[in-house]
């Protein structure tokens, strides 16, 4: 794992804006969110929501960023812009509004390309139902698979990652879980297609996150890490390792034992409560880092391996705790 590439939630940085900008009226702006986000000590890239905050030429969004020292880690698709999508992206009823959010989405691709990024997120929450007997299941999968594959196959260059959650905005996901998604990978058969896991998502799918993480790197490949933390009830946003430092330490090191190269991201909810979003980043950072180390001398210990192949659960526990917490006299 590249331990140095730390990218985060563009719309974090509207946290407290009466701090940032005292004379702002309406929303701020791309670039007074992304300026803001530079201050953060470490990070080195912002992942931008599609159509949402791109309103310029692509590439003229990747040099202004480049001037503030952030890269793009890729663009993650929204499907918000036309209130028919309520009732479903990919999964319309209506073969219109299916093709309107599959040429939307080609359309990202084809502008984070033109950023220069190859990576594509869809997390696909509008694609569900909500009542029994409100839909035909098998045609509700299909229409997924259809959509998937032909976004896939639009740019092979382009690695789409898909996000999965249990539920909101509909109250059954299409996608609520690792093993589902991965089926729907398996079925749609592209090179290209692999999976982000988002903490807070794998936890309320009542998963435990390296065991998702460790089907991934089997069955597809892991292309996104969002990291946050949760009560596992559902998306809580909050800052990583707030609630399950030992689940998240054990998902760096099964991502780290996976071969995962891609940016550590931080998709927390600071501007739910105000929090100070620049040093609410940091501090996420300097976890993730702390952690990191924590994983370097777990894997320099033997007798965790030891006990890990005897499925020792008291000794593992015993010597997680010392090297975390040192010994106890």
């Known amino acids: 794992m590249t331990a140095n590439r730390f990218a985060t939630r563009l719309n974090s940085f509207a946290s407290r804006p009466q701090a940032e900008w005292p004379d702002l009226t309406g929303k701020p702006s791309l670039m007074q969110m992304a300026a803001r986000a530079a201050r953060v000590a470490g990070l080195t890239d912002l992942d931008l929501n599609f159509p949402d905050h791109v309103r310029e030429k692509p590439a003229e969004i990747a040099r202004n960023l480049g001037d503030l020292g952030l890269s793009i880690n890729g663009f993650a698709m929204r499907y918000y812009s036309n209130p028919a999508f309520k009732l479903g992206a990919f999964t319309n009823p209506d073969a219109a509004v299916r093709r309107e959010a599959i040429d939307m989405t080609k359309a990202g691709i084809d502008a984070v390309r033109e950023a220069g990024a190859s990576l594509m997120t869809l997390w696909l929450g509008q694609d569900g139902f909500d009542y029994a007997f409100q839909a035909d299941y098998a045609a509700l999968w299909q229409h997924e698979i259809d959509g998937i594959r032909e976004v896939a196959a639009h740019d092979p260059g382009c690695q789409i990652s898909l996000e999965y959650k249990p539920n909101e905005p509909r109250s059954y996901s299409l996608m609520p879980d690792a093993a589902t998604t991965l089926l729907a990978i398996r079925e749609v058969g592209l090179p290209n297609l692999g999976v982000t896991l988002d903490f807070a998502h794998v936890l309320y799918a009542d998963e435990q996150p390296a065991f998702a993480a460790a089907l991934v790197a089997r069955h597809s ?50 501007d739910m409560t105000g929090l100070d979003p620049v040093h609410e980043c940091e501090v996420n950072i300097a976890t993730v880092k702390r952690m990191l180390r924590v994983v370097d001398r777990i894997d320099q210990d033997n007798r965790l391996a030891a006990a890990v192949d005897r499925q020792d659960a008291v000794t593992s526990q015993a010597i997680i705790q010392e090297i975390m917490l040192g010994p106890d006299s």
Do not use: C, S, W
């Open 221 to 270: 490949k892991l292309l996104g890490v969002h990291l946050n933390d949760g009560y596992a009830k559902r998306d809580d946003g909050l800052m990583v390792g707030a609630v399950h430092t030992l689940q998240t330490i054990e998902l760096l090191r099964q991502t780290r034992k996976d071969g995962y190269a891609g940016a550590i991201y931080f998709d927390t909810f600071p």
